[in-house]
């Protein structure tokens, strides 16, 4: 069964042609580099991995509780269209809100597969360039695992939301270089990190806790590469054009905020546009959610010298101007030692397996 015959809801034409903007460049500086940029390319190259491997694809994955998070995170739990839900409809609710999230991320991987394809194309620097095609790769590995997921597991998906599709055709058509590392690498990628760990955080099926896991070590990497691009080009931009960035991620945060609501989903089951949108501002889930999805940007824009006045009065306005001072390295660092210590556990279980399946022959040969 192809995609197309798995949306919940037709996305339309099989493809979206954005038209790019830009200048291929090529350096002819083969030698010089920046020492923090090449070991991250090094690490880039150590790390590459195989989702086809790495993941357990054998688990099985209940389809109407792929994610097994409380029935308290979802919008109408605790609503009186919740009340009157068969046990039927609430697991088919579940169902939907899992692939509605997924395909959202899935999506977003392949967003960040070609913005980091288009580094590649038009970054200036050699060093720049190749670490980008180490995170071409990463990303596409992302977006095969969250649709083998979603495929396999789920058997649904959803089309790319309005607000992020609004966004990655932003990122996509800018001419200037430093933006798709502006919209990708801090916005899109930032937020998906903090989507990834809280998801990760409360998920009890060990599946997605894997995919979460072991996409979250990677998408470590591609933040510190976007700020470290960033923070140093940044600091030659006159005062006007570190305010044109700065309109850009305001306009991108407000987005990406108001892109969390899964209004979709409600539609689906026969609530109206307007209405499903009162339930998402009303849910204090979502409410916390929208906030801490922020953890991640707000100190990466603070880090790479964008904290004008007007930005400053944006965060204030949508009440995470706090997460500034967050420390983004301990959040990375986290992040790898998660994704490290669940490998340790998976493989010293399989490894006591095996060796009781060994002793247990012996036993057996020994007997006979």
């Not at 009340?83 to 088919?92: G, L, V």
């Not at 095609?133 to 597991?153: C, N, P, S, V």
């Not at 599709?165 to 916005?187: A, E, I, K």
């Not at 945060?253 to 609501?261: F, I, S």
Request: aromatic fraction near 10%.
């Amino acid at each position: 069964m192809s995609s197309h015959d798995r949306y919940a809801i037709a996305p339309g034409a099989p493809d979206w042609a954005v038209p790019a903007a830009g200048n291929a460049r090529f350096s002819w500086e083969y030698d010089d580099g920046r020492d923090r940029l090449l070991a991250l390319y090094q690490k880039g190259k150590d790390k590459q991995w195989d989702g086809a491997r790495r993941i357990d694809w054998d688990i099985e994955v209940d389809p109407y509780d792929p994610l097994g998070v409380p029935d308290e995170n979802l919008t109408l739990y605790g609503t009186r269209y919740w009340s009157a839900m068969t046990e039927a409809d609430r697991r088919e609710l579940r169902r939907h809100y899992a692939s509605w999230q997924f395909s959202q991320f899935l999506h977003g991987e392949q967003g960040a597969m070609i913005c980091a394809a288009r580094i590649v194309e038009s970054a200036p620097d050699l060093d720049a360039k190749f670490y980008s095609a180490t995170q071409t790769m990463d990303e596409a590995r992302h977006a095969e695992i969250y649709g083998r997921f979603l495929h396999e597991k789920v058997g649904m998906l959803y089309p790319v939301n309005d607000n992020l599709q609004s966004l990655l055709g932003d990122t996509l058509r800018d001419s200037r270089w430093d933006m798709p590392y502006l919209g990708m690498q801090v916005l899109i990628e930032g937020l998906a990190l903090a989507a990834f760990g809280m998801l990760r955080d409360t998920t009890r099926k060990p599946l997605p806790q894997q995919i979460l896991s072991y996409v979250m070590q990677d998408e470590a990497r591609h933040v510190a590469f976007g700020r470290m691009a960033l923070r140093d080009y940044y600091r030659q931009l006159s005062d006007a054009e570190l305010r044109e960035r700065e309109e850009f991620v305001i306009e991108g945060c407000y987005l990406m905020r108001d892109r969390l609501r899964g209004a979709e989903v409600l539609e689906n089951f026969g609530i109206g546009a307007r209405e499903a949108g009162e339930l998402s501002e009303q849910s204090q889930y979502l409410t916390m959610f929208r906030a801490l999805l922020f953890s991640r940007i707000v100190p990466c824009v603070k880090d790479i010298g964008l904290w004008g006045p007007r930005l400053q009065r944006a965060y204030v306005d949508m009440g995470v101007f706090d997460l500034g001072d967050s420390n983004l390295d301990q959040l990375m660092a986290q992040d790898e030692e998660i994704a490290e210590r669940l490998d340790a556990r998976r493989f010293a279980a399989e490894e006591a397996a095996r060796t009781e399946e060994v002793a247990t022959a012996i036993r057996d040969g020994a007997q006979d």
